[in-house]
C-alpha cells in the first residue's frame, strides 16, 4: 500500500499543502468551512502525519506529557484512555510520566523530564495536580499545563473538572427521596481535594432535607475496596446502623457491598449502597451499583485540546481555558426504597 502524504490530502480537498499542515497543527487563521473538509479528507485518506518530519520542521515536538501519580489505578486509565484519543485526533503523541510525592527527588526527576522530552504541554492528574511544588515546576519551564479535576482554577493554567459538590448533593437528595433518613458517607482521603467536595455534597442535601449528621456514621476511606469493607463491617454493626451509605468513589462502595453480603445483609431490600465515579467494577458487581458517572476519558480528551487546539480554546471561553464536563446519575440495582 501506497503512503498517504499531505500533497494527497491538499490534492483531494482542493487547498493547498500549507493550509493542511495548518489545519494538522491547530493552527489559527484558517476558515471553519476549510478546517472542516481537511479534517474530513483527513479522515477519508486515514492520513497520519509523520512526527519525526514534522516536528523537525518546526518549533514543536508533538508530544503532551501526562504526569499521575498511580498509572495502574482505574481512574488512571480512563483519563489515559482520554488523553490518547485526544492526541490521535490531534495527532500528537502522548507520554505517560508517574509522579510519586513521597520519592526522595521526586522534583528533581520531574524536571529532567520536562527538559529531555521537549514537551509541547503537559496535563496533570489528581490528586497531584494540587500540589504547589509540582505546579511550581511546570510554571518555572513554561510548560503550558492543564489540570484535571483541580480544588481550583489557577489563571497560569487550563483546568477541566466537573461539579463534584453538585453531584454528591444529586445522588444524596436521590437516597433522601427513596425514604432513607439515616445515611452513612465514606470520606475518601484528604490528599484528594474532590474528597472534600463531594463530602460538601452530602451535607449539604441533608442540611437541606432538615436532618443533622450522625457523625458516627461519617467515616474515612482511602478509595480503596479494602478501606470500604474495613469501615463498613463498622458501619453496618452500629445499634441504628445508617439504611443507606454513600461512598465517595466505587471502589469503596464495593468494599461496603462486599460486607454486607459476608454478613448476609440483603442489598438493596436491607441496605442501600452507592458510590461515584461509575468505574468498570461497578457494573461487574452484583447488584450493579448505583453510581456518579464522572467524565474523566472526556475530561482528558478536552485537556488536550485545550493544549494543542486554539479555535477550541477560543469556541471555549478564551485564554486559560476553564471547562466544567457534566456528570451523570446512573441507577441501578444497588439502591432501593427505605
Request: aromatic fraction near 6%; charge should be negative; hydrophobic fraction near 45%.
Amino acid at each position: 500500500m501506497s503512503v498517504v502524504t499531505i500533497k494527497d490530502v491538499a490534492a483531494r480537498a482542493g487547498v493547498s499543502p500549507k493550509t493542511v499542515s495548518r489545519v494538522i497543527n491547530g493552527e489559527a487563521h484558517v476558515r471553519p468551512e476549510l478546517r472542516d473538509l481537511v479534517q474530513k479528507v483527513v479522515a477519508e485518506l486515514d492520513y497520519r502525519p509523520n512526527a519525526f518530519a514534522r516536528s523537525l520542521s518546526s518549533s514543536r515536538s508533538y508530544l503532551l506529557g501526562l504526569f499521575i501519580d498511580d498509572p495502574v489505578s482505574g481512574y488512571a486509565a480512563d483519563v489515559q484512555h482520554g488523553a490518547l484519543m485526544g492526541c490521535r485526533a490531534r495527532s500528537y503523541h502522548l507520554v505517560v510520566e508517574p509522579v510519586d510525592l513521597t520519592a526522595p527527588d521526586w522534583a528533581g526527576e520531574v524536571r529532567s523530564s520536562i527538559a529531555a522530552l521537549r514537551l509541547d504541554g503537559a496535563i496533570v492528574a489528581p490528586p497531584i495536580c494540587d500540589d504547589p511544588v509540582l505546579m511550581a515546576l511546570f510554571a518555572e519551564a513554561g510548560l503550558p499545563t492543564v489540570l484535571v479535576a483541580p480544588s481550583a482554577a489557577p489563571p497560569d493554567f487550563g483546568t477541566v473538572r466537573m461539579d463534584d459538590r453538585r453531584a454528591a448533593q444529586e445522588m444524596t437528595d436521590y437516597l433522601l427521596g427513596l425514604g432513607h433518613r439515616r445515611i452513612g458517607f465514606v470520606q475518601g482521603p484528604l490528599s484528594h481535594s474532590a474528597s472534600a467536595r463531594r463530602e460538601e455534597g452530602f451535607r449539604a442535601a441533608m442540611a437541606a432535607a432538615g436532618l443533622a449528621v450522625d457523625e458516627t456514621c461519617v467515616m474515612r476511606g482511602d478509595f480503596t475496596s479494602r478501606s470500604g469493607m474495613e469501615l463498613g463491617e463498622h458501619l453496618l454493626a452500629l445499634s441504628d446502623r445508617p439504611t443507606a451509605v454513600f461512598a465517595a468513589n466505587d471502589d469503596m462502595a464495593l468494599g461496603v457491598l462486599i460486607t454486607a453480603m459476608k454478613l448476609g445483609i440483603a442489598v438493596p431490600e436491607n441496605l442501600s449502597v452507592c458510590g461515584f465515579d461509575d468505574a468498570p467494577s461497578s457494573r461487574a458487581a452484583w447488584p450493579q451499583l448505583t453510581t456518579v458517572r464522572q467524565p474523566k476519558a472526556e475530561m482528558a480528551t478536552a485537556a488536550v485540546d485545550i493544549l494543542v487546539d486554539p479555535e477550541f480554546r477560543r469556541k471555549a471561553g478564551g485564554e486559560g481555558s476553564h471547562l466544567m464536563l457534566p456528570h451523570e446519575m446512573v441507577v441501578r440495582g444497588s439502591t432501593g426504597p427505605a
